[in-house]
């Protein structure tokens, strides 16, 4: 392989303990690079935008970080765990959701929480409790018995992200989370990612929508498996002197 | 944050229970799941069967004498034969296959006493319906052999002191009842295509709808996932364990007559198996449909050419008895034949459920790795 020049990207200014960490993470298949030597970390309670034209690596980095995949070198630390020698406390300390929102459609709301929160092995009381208290946030109090598939797609999304930080996870990763819903109901899941962070959980979100990008507190562009530009929405639009994370999108990706 | 120690255990209830009340939710499945070895073991066990039962039999009679009636009788009272009519003329012989009254037609000889009285000779005619060959050879054939039984018959009433007598006995099936041969077959058939369906669909559903990808990023292990998700189908295939044997014993008539215990052990051991290669299925097919074609379509055809099922093992080419080694179902159906036709002890099928318990592991392990490489 060419080596490649790489930059260290710190964390953010008020610098926190680390959530996520990597160094010259990198997976290869065969003699396909699909995640080269990316190095860079997320502070706690940080919202990060993790993202990349399709096939740019960026599922493939988030699946080793989730402790699915085994890195071919480098290493990655989540919630304070090598994710090759500890996958599976790493993935006790992560939540998930997944961008086909990932319930059980023919399970009840009730059933769905009680199911996620007995995996990640939650006690009944606990479980009990907090219940309540997430269906209280969400308003969804008269829908405790309602089959998931007959709840609107933007309730199921929000729902899927309450059972995904439901045991209190260190760090939550979102795939495209909002697929196929509008502005308003976005904005809506978002009053919950800001509610999340707030509480000190890691937000790790990859998107589409470039609406989002700008909710987030940095932002990473993965171009061919390695990251391009990573830094606050502010400053990358300054950087690259565009009026919108749309046009620094288009022209982190299209650059020759 | 506090960071659980998570301990091994095979089953998860959370996901064991999530399991069952996917079942009892889509009622529409669970009932085809529960009915379909019924549909299936009546379909095979009756109608598949190539035996002959009351065959309508018409009667050509010009001589009328003592000897054709006791010949007709014989007919008659046999179980194959029901002597439906009698014709006027040899030429209404035609008429009755056409109108499709008559599976078989006797023309007795004319004078056909005096002549067996006279010359020890005399002739009768059988004619079938050979549009379906295997079922005109067979009702020659009974009716032959009713026929030799009675000249037998006579030739003892005439006290020829040279005769021979081949005597024959059938073993295991002495009434070559059709349903000995195919109850174990049918079992071992069903029972396959049932587990091997119900594991693999519920695994690529999950597939399908990504709540697998969520599954797999927790912390329970894929040994544990799998496992809980067996369960409930490993309860539900019980369910039609039971009732296949019920069937076999009350409907079609077959009797374990060897050790109900054995022949049960070797039966979940075969579930086993059975969901374990569906579970294998699954990590292969992508969507719902393949999952069903695979194990429907692709698994019947071994299933049903290679176990033993209709062409014995032993007269197959080498290299498809090597391959029929493969099938599950052939070391199935072997032990099911040994337990429960032929009453032989537990101790002579170790190598039945040796080498099911071999492939169970197999099946088991190399769905743990693609599991574990899952994408």
């Known amino acids: 392989m060419p080596s490649n020049s790489h930059t260290f990207y710190p964390p953010a200014a008020d610098a926190q303990p680390l959530s996520v960490y990597t160094e010259r993470l990198t997976k290869r298949f065969g003699s396909f690079t699909a995640v080269d030597a990316i190095t860079f970390s997320v502070a706690q ?54 961008q086909r929102f990932s319930l059980y459609e023919d399970l009840k709301v009730w ?55 439901f045991h209190e996870p260190e760090v939550v990763f979102l795939d495209e989370p909002t697929g196929g819903v509008d502005p308003a109901t976005r904005r809506k899941f ?25 909710y987030c507190d940095r932002v990473s562009i993965m171009v061919d498996g390695r990251i391009e530009v990573l830094d606050t929405p502010k400053a990358l639009r300054q950087r690259l002197n565009a009026p919108s994370m749309d046009v620094v999108f288009q022209r982190t990706v299209e650059k020759p | 944050m506090s960071h659980r120690s998570f301990q091994f255990s095979i089953f998860h209830f959370q996901l064991v229970k999530k399991e069952f009340r996917h079942i009892f939710r889509d009622t529409r499945s669970m009932l085809m799941l529960l009915l379909m070895p019924v549909v299936q073991i009546i379909l095979f066990g009756f109608a598949i069967s190539n035996e002959v039962k009351s065959a309508r039999v018409a009667v050509f009679d010009p001589a009328k004498d003592a000897f054709t009636a006791r010949l007709t009788e014989r007919l008659h009272a046999s179980r194959y034969f029901d002597v439906a009519r009698q014709l006027g003329s040899a030429a209404e012989a035609n008429e009755a296959f056409r109108e499709g009254r008559a599976d078989l037609v006797v023309v007795f000889s004319e004078n056909f006493g005096e002549n067996l009285w006279r010359t020890g000779e005399a002739t009768v005619q059988l004619l079938a319906d050979a549009t379906d060959p295997n079922q005109a050879v067979t009702l020659t054939t009974y009716a032959s052999s009713i026929i030799a039984d009675y000249r037998q018959e006579l030739l003892a009433e005439r006290s ?48 399908e709808t990504g709540t697998m990808e969520v599954l797999l990023v927790s ?12 369960a409930p189908y490993f309860a539900l295939s019980v369910v ?37 290669l569906g579970m294998l299925i699954s990590t292969v097919a992508a969507t719902q449909v393949a999952a069903m074609l695979a194990s429907g379509m692709v698994l019947m055809l071994p299933v049903m050419l290679l176990s033993g099922m209709m062409f014995p093992v032993e007269n ?41 318990s071999l492939m169970a592991v197999a099946f088991i392990a190399v769905s743990l790795k693609k599991l574990k490489n899952e994408s």
Not at chain 1, 197 to 214: C, K, Q, S, W
Not at chain 2, 174 to 183: D, E, I, K, S
Not at chain 2, 324 to 346: D, H, N, Q, T
Request: aromatic content about 10%; glycine content about 8%; overall charge positive.
């Open chain 2, 316 to 356: 197959m080419p080498a290299i498809l008895q090597w391959l029929s080694c493969i099938v599950p179902a052939r070391w199935y159906i072997a032990g099911v034949k040994k337990l429960m036709i032929e009453g032989l002890p537990v101790a002579l099928c170790l190598q039945e459920v040796a080498i099911l």
């Open chain 1, 111 to 165: 059933e769905n929480i009680r199911l996620f929160a007995g995996i990640y092995g939650m006690g009944k009381k606990v479980i009990a409790s907090k219940t309540e208290q997430t269906l209280a946030e969400l308003g969804f109090e008269a829908e405790r018995n309602t089959l998931v598939k007959a709840l609107p797609l933007g309730w199921k999304q929000k729902l899927a992200f309450s059972v995904a930080i």
């Open chain 1, 45 to 98: 309670g940080e919202i990060f935008g993790f993202l990349g034209a399709n096939g740019a690596g960026k599922t493939t980095a988030m699946r080793m970080l989730c402790g699915l995949s085994k890195p071919t070198s480098g290493c990655a630390v989540v919630a304070g765990y090598d994710v090759a020698r500890y996958p599976e406390k790493v993935k006790q300390s992560i939540g998930y959701m997944s």
């Open chain 1, 190 to 214: 978002w009053e919950l990612i800001y509610q999340a962070a707030e509480r000190g959980i890691t937000v790790f979100v990859t998107t589409h929508y470039m609406d989002e990008a700008e």
């Open chain 2, 240 to 276: 039609n364990l039971a009732t296949i044997l019920l069937l076999s014993v009350y409907v079609l008539g077959v009797p374990v007559s060897g050790s109900l215990l054995g022949l049960t052990m070797l039966s979940l051991l075969y579930i086993f198996v059975s969901l374990a």
């Open chain 2, 160 to 207: 020829i002191p040279l005769r021979v007598r081949a005597q024959v006995n059938m073993l295991y099936n002495p009434q070559l009842q059709g349903a000995y041969n195919f109850v174990p077959g049918v079992m071992g058939m069903i029972l396959i295509l049932i587990c091997a369906m119900m594991s693999a669909i519920s695994v690529v559903r999950e597939k």
């Open chain 2, 219 to 230: 912390p329970v292990k894929p040994f544990t996932l799998i496992f809980s998700k067996l």
